[in-house]
Structure formats: structure tokens, C-alpha cells
């Protein structure tokens, strides 16, 4: 009979959404709050009638709709787009969790409360909900906008810090300290796992689609997508992280595929159903009686987080360099708390640290904050509008001037000089450096196991170290060996830049040859500590060591090319997977195009950061005359400029729209992407 329960509670579920949803669009109101209050109607503490029996099935059920509306942020979410607002999403995610866990715990005190229960809702209070947030701007037709895919990045990087803070409180609540220790050791197996599976799709999940999308089957395109979401998902939660996290960054990389156009609108049903389940869900926990017996606490609370999120995400938006009317519509988009919030408040719970009427009041303060989210985002341009008339002329300016130098200074990092080179090899080798510790984190949780795989291993405990160890080493040998490569190119760019011919003379060369030598030097040093520490778990005795050094020293000696060219493809692969420009989305319902135009293709080319053409006129291109296709359109920082004229200026990550037959485009893209 199971099943029959499920199914009935699974009716009444969508059903009651359906009939609230459809009387919300009806009174032109978000249909997030209707689903919100159906749960409501049906939920526990609504009488008279008990129209839900099991609600652990639907909250099995809100799980998926937590995963595929991650999932769908991801899909339109690049990894491009979320290094475009980087800066911006890292300075508005510190400014409000700083700013909201201060605010949250001289609340707690000042009501009274214990201290630990002051701690965590200043956690509490610190995280955005994501989902609501996701679900709000989409039926506002804003998800496209920039200011929501600033906050879209604001949101990403405070969930991997709610990942950290959710691992401080643990060891807080137990403890009464913070062990700097586990702290990093947390810190570097995230950045870990977030590095690898980055790598590691980019490479491999956009041409696998590529490959199914051969086929031209909509079912195998549907069922390989969906697993890839449950899978990485899955792995995430394996890893001791959220499987929000997971589904974001799987979609985040099958965005980056060909065909995610086609594969968006395929998911945006699924995503809808669950969705859908995942806000009744919400409003299954929400208690009437516990809002009216802590009315006042609630109130204050819902009160301080809509303002404290305004004012410290707008600030921190702004901070980074964004107008004034931008950081304001950041601001009122974040001004709730969600779901991390339910998993720190039941964190204290199972911990028993926190208080039994913590958590209601959470839920209280989330369901009060989601209902104003859709209102704070209509009304932000108004607010925006209204400060500026009422600040005085002269901060305006002072402002204004302040977003002004901030934009000339990220436009001019964009100039090919030294230091943008040696920051570009930085971040190669920070990366390689990552993926290497990735390897040995591998390891060191397979050391756990193995023994229990393969108890008659030879040489024991110390065969296992072995095996891992210079497996381990050979995995990391490629990215070992580009580290060396890309350090000594940056040591010789260094020393050019500290040693210039005027200052030192004839010396140039063999002072620039010193410094070359003694950074290299250096770096090789920290690179052979930095292995001495990631192998410790996994040393063997010396004996057996010196052994596998030996072996380790002919491999590398004997493969070096084959190692080099390994790390040479997968560097390409992945630069060629994030410069490929999507195919255009083909829309079935659209008008058919005039008989002139039914040969011809409208194609948006990105322009890389790299491109030769950047900087240059569109009359300095020529590209109608080489190419035969015309630029009709760019999309640039969100902003359209249809039909430019031929003294536009082409900009990098400028999106130009191209018309022509596929021949002349395919002409067009090589001339502006590897010219």
C-alpha cells in the first residue's frame, strides 16, 4: 500500500499547486508564493483535514527539484560568465556573510539568547536562498539581465562558503575552538574536488554530448544529461558537500557544450515538475502557530536580514565597480534567506547546541523574506531612482567618478603586457598544483580501503603506501612537468622586467641570468616541499623508496614526450571547449524567414579576451569583403547595439551576430577567433 499512499500524496501535492498557481497568474502575482501557500494549505498544521500521510516522500521529491533548479542555473550560467562577474561575486558574498553573521549574533544577544544559538543564526542569517531567488527572476523574465547573473555569482560563491562555515560550526559546536588545521584541510580538499571535476568536464562531458547529439535523438539527449546531474551529484554528496553544489557545476560544464540551446529547452519541463514540489515542500514547514508565538523575534529578524542583505551585497556590488542603480537591484534580489539556512539551523539541532526554537524561527523568517523577494526585485529600479534623487549632487559625482577609474582599471588589464602573462602563468600553475593535490587526496582515501579490497597484498601496509605512492607521482608527472616549464619561462619574464638594460648595461644578460636561475631554483625547492608534504600519508619505508624513485626517474626520463604532448592536448581540449561558440537555438514556434533569407544563418560569435581583432574598427576588419558575412548585431555587458556602424570598435567577449551562408560564417569565425 505504500505506493498508493505515495501516489495520493504526490495528487493532492500537485493538484492544490496547480489550482494556487494558475489563481496567482490569474492575479498577476509570482507563482513562487503560490506554491509556497499551497504547501501551507496542505501541510501538518493546517486544519481540519490531514491531506499529506507521509511528507518525508515529498521531501525526497523537493530534493530533485533542489538539484534540477541548480542544475538550470548552471546550464545558463557558464564558467565564462561567472569569471566576467568574479570580482564582484566574490567582494558582495564576503561583504554580506561578514556583515549578516555580526548582525545575527548581536541579535541573538540581545534577545537574550545563548551564545551558541547566537552563533548560528548569525550563520543562519548570512546564506541566500539560491532556489527562490533562481525561481523569482525567471518569472520575472530577468535571469538574463546583468545584474542577475551578478547575483547568480554572488550566490554560487556563498554557497562554497556555506560549505566552510558549515564544516567551522561542526567543529565549533564540539569543541568550543576552531582548528586552523581541519579548517584548511577542508579548504584544500574543496578546492580540489571543484578543480578536478572543472578540468576533468571541460574536457571530457561537452564532447560526449557532442557525440550523442549525432544521433538526433531527444531521449538519449534527455537521459544522458539527466545522468550526468544525478551522477556528479551523487559524487558531491560522496565528497561531504551538498548535492546543490554538485548539480550547479555539472550544468555549469554542459554549458559549455554545442548543443546548449537544444539541451535547455528539453530540461526545462523536468526542471519545472520538481521545482514546482520543491516550493510546496517549504510551505509544508511552515507552522501558523509558531509565527504568531514568536511573532517578535520574527519580525525583527525578517526585518534585519532584508535590510542587512540590501546594504551589504548592494555595497560590496558597488565596491567592485558597478553603478549605483546595479548595486541596488543586487541588493533587494538577496534580501532572503533558504535551504542552507534549514541545514545549519538542523546542523545545531543534531549537534544539540542550539536551541528546539531556533529552527521554527528560521523557517518563520524564510517564509516572511521569500514573499517580499519578487516585490524587492519589481521595486529596486524604483528604490534605485529614489536614492539617487534624495543623495546629494556632490556624493553623485563622487560616486560616479569612484565606478568610473574602477571600470578603466579592469578595462586596462585587458592590454597584453608582462604582468597579464605572468598572471596567466600563475594561474596555470596554481592549477596544476591543484590537480596534483587532487591526485594525492585520491590516494590517501584509497590507503583506506585497499587493505579491505586486497588483504593479501604483498609487502603489507608498506606495499600499499608504495603502490599509492608512485601511482600518485606517475599521475602527477605531466602536470609536474609543465609546472617546471611554466616556472622557468616565469622566472626568465621576471628577470626582464626587474633587469632592465639601461640601469644594469653590459651586465644585463648575466644579471637577468641570476635572477632567471635563483627564482627557478626557488620554485623548485617550494615544488619539492610542496610533494614532501602531499606524500607523507603515503610515503614508504626508505628502502622501498629509493626504489620507486628510481623507477620514477626512468619513467620520466623515458616518457617525458609522451607526458608533454598528454598535458599539451588536455590544455587544448580545454581551451578549444571554452572558446567554441554554442549552436543557435532554433525556435519551432517562430515565424518562417522571408524566402531571401531561408539560405542564410544568424550566428553569435564570442570574441575572446586573445582575439587579434580586439581594439580594432569594424571598417579596419573587412570582414564582409573577406568573408561575405556581415555583422548585424553585438551584444555587449548586456547591452544590444543592432546593426553598428562601421567605426564601432570591437571590444573583447563581445557577442557579434553574424548573417551570412554557413560557408561565409564559418569564414567570419576563424577571422575573428584565430586570425
Known amino acids: 500500500m505504500h505506493h498508493v499512499v505515495f501516489l495520493q500524496d504526490l495528487a493532492v501535492v500537485m493538484i492544490i499547486a496547480a489550482v494556487v498557481s494558475l489563481l496567482f497568474r490569474c492575479m498577476k502575482q509570482p507563482v513562487v508564493l503560490g506554491y509556497i501557500l499551497a504547501g501551507v494549505i496542505i501541510g501538518p498544521h493546517t486544519p481540519p483535514f490531514l491531506l499529506i500521510n507521509d511528507v518525508h516522500n515529498i521531501e525526497t521529491l523537493s530534493e530533485l527539484g533542489v538539484i534540477f533548479l541548480m542544475f538550470a542555473l548552471g546550464l545558463e550560467f557558464s564558467l565564462k560568465k561567472l569569471t566576467k562577474v568574479g570580482v564582484t561575486a566574490l567582494l558582495g558574498a564576503l561583504f554580506e556573510i561578514l556583515l549578516m553573521s555580526w548582525a545575527g549574533y548581536q541579535i541573538g544577544r540581545a534577545f537574550g539568547w545563548a551564545t551558541m544559538d547566537s552563533v548560528f543564526l548569525g550563520a543562519i542569517l548570512s546564506i541566500s536562498s539560491t532556489t527562490i531567488i533562481i525561481k523569482a527572476l525567471e518569472e520575472l523574465g530577468k535571469t538574463k539581465e546583468r545584474f542577475a547573473q551578478m547575483i547568480f555569482g554572488i550566490l554560487i560563491v556563498e554557497d562554497i562558503l556555506a560549505i566552510l562555515m558549515i564544516a567551522m560550526l561542526s567543529g565549533f559546536a564540539t569543541t568550543g575552538s576552531l582548528a586552523i588545521g581541519d579548517v584548511a584541510a577542508t579548504v584544500g580538499t574543496l578546492a580540489a574536488f571543484l578543480g578536478v571535476l572543472l578540468v576533468a568536464g571541460l574536457i571530457v562531458v561537452p564532447r560526449l554530448l557532442n557525440w550523442v547529439a549525432k544521433f ?166 524604483t528604490a534605485a531612482r529614489g536614492l539617487e534623487k534624495v543623495m546629494p549632487k556632490a556624493l553623485t559625482r563622487i560616486l560616479d567618478a569612484y565606478t568610473t577609474w574602477v571600470g578603466k582599471l579592469a578595462g586596462s588589464s585587458d592590454k597584453k603586457t608582462p604582468g597579464m602573462f605572468l598572471r596567466k602563468w600563475g594561474w596555470q600553475i596554481a592549477l596544476n598544483l591543484l590537480l596534483i593535490a587532487a591526485v594525492f587526496i585520491g590516494a590517501i582515501f584509497l590507503k583506506k580501503h585497499v587493505w579491505r579490497w586486497w588483504p593479501e597484498v604483498p609487502g603489507g601496509a608498506d606495499g600499499i603506501k608504495g603502490m599509492l605512492w608512485l601511482s600518485a607521482m606517475i599521475l602527477s608527472l605531466p602536470m609536474l612537468i609543465a609546472i617546471v616549464r611554466k616556472w622557468q619561462a616565469f622566472g626568465m619574464m621576471v628577470s626582464e622586467i626587474s633587469v632592465s638594460h639601461t640601469a644594469a648595461g653590459e651586465r644585463t644578460q648575466g644579471l637577468r641570468g641570476i635572477v632567471s636561475s635563483v627564482i627557478f631554483l626557488a620554485g623548485c625547492a617550494g615544488l619539492f616541499l610542496f610533494m614532501l608534504v602531499l606524500s607523507t600519508t603515503v610515503l614508504p619505508s626508505r628502502n622501498l623508496l629509493i626504489v620507486l624513485v628510481l623507477v620514477l626517474v626512468a619513467i620520466a626520463f623515458l616518457l617525458r614526450r609522451t607526458f608533454v604532448q598528454l598535458h599539451t592536448k588536455a590544455q587544448f581540449a580545454l581551451q578549444e571547449t571554452l572558446n567554441e561558440a554554442p549552436l543557435p537555438h532554433h525556435d519551432a514556434n517562430a515565424p518562417a524567414l522571408p524566402s531571401l533569407l531561408r539560405d542564410a544563418s544568424l550566428v553569435t560569435v564570442t570574441v575572446p579576451t586573445g582575439s587579434p581583432v580586439v581594439g580594432k574598427l569594424l571598417a579596419d576588419l573587412k570582414l564582409r569583403t573577406l568573408s561575405g558575412a556581415s555583422i548585424v548585431g553585438i551584444e555587449r555587458q548586456g547591452e544590444s547595439i543592432i546593426n553598428p556602424g562601421v567605426s564601432e570598435e570591437v571590444h573583447a567577449e563581445d557577442s557579434l551576430l553574424l548573417l551570412g551562408s554557413e560557408t561565409e560564417i564559418e569564414k567570419a569565425r576563424a577571422m575573428l577567433i584565430h586570425s
Open 216 to 381: 538526433k535523438s531527444n531521449e538519449a539527449t534527455v537521459v544522458t544529461v539527466i545522468g550526468l546531474c544525478f551522477g556528479v551529484s551523487l559524487l558531491a554528496v560522496k565528497m561531504g558537500y551538498s548535492v546543490a553544489l554538485g548539480a550547479f557545476l555539472i550544468g555549469a560544464i554542459i554549458a559549455e557544450a554545442r548543443h546548449i540551446a537544444h539541451i535547455e529547452t528539453l530540461m526545462h519541463p523536468v526542471r519545472d515538475l520538481f521545482s514546482a514540489v520543491f516550493f510546496v515542500s517549504i510551505g509544508l514547514l511552515i507552522d501558523p502557530h509558531v509565527i504568531i508565538e514568536h511573532i517578535g523575534p520574527v519580525l525583527i529578524i525578517a526585518l534585519v536580514v532584508i535590510a542587512g542583505k540590501v546594504i551589504s551585497c548592494g555595497f560590496g556590488t558597488y565596491v567592485a565597480g558597478n553603478d549605483m542603480r546595479t548595486s541596488m537591484r543586487v541588493g533587494m534580489g538577496l534580501a532572503q534567506i533558504g535551504e542552507f539556512s534549514f541545514i545549519i539551523a538542523a546542523l545545531g539541532l543534531s549537534l544539540k547546541v542550539t536551541s528546539e526554537f531556533l529552527y521554527p524561527i528560521v523557517v518563520a523568517v524564510s517564509a516572511l523574506t521569500t514573499l517580499s523577494t519578487p516585490y524587492l526585485i519589481k521595486g529596486s529600479d
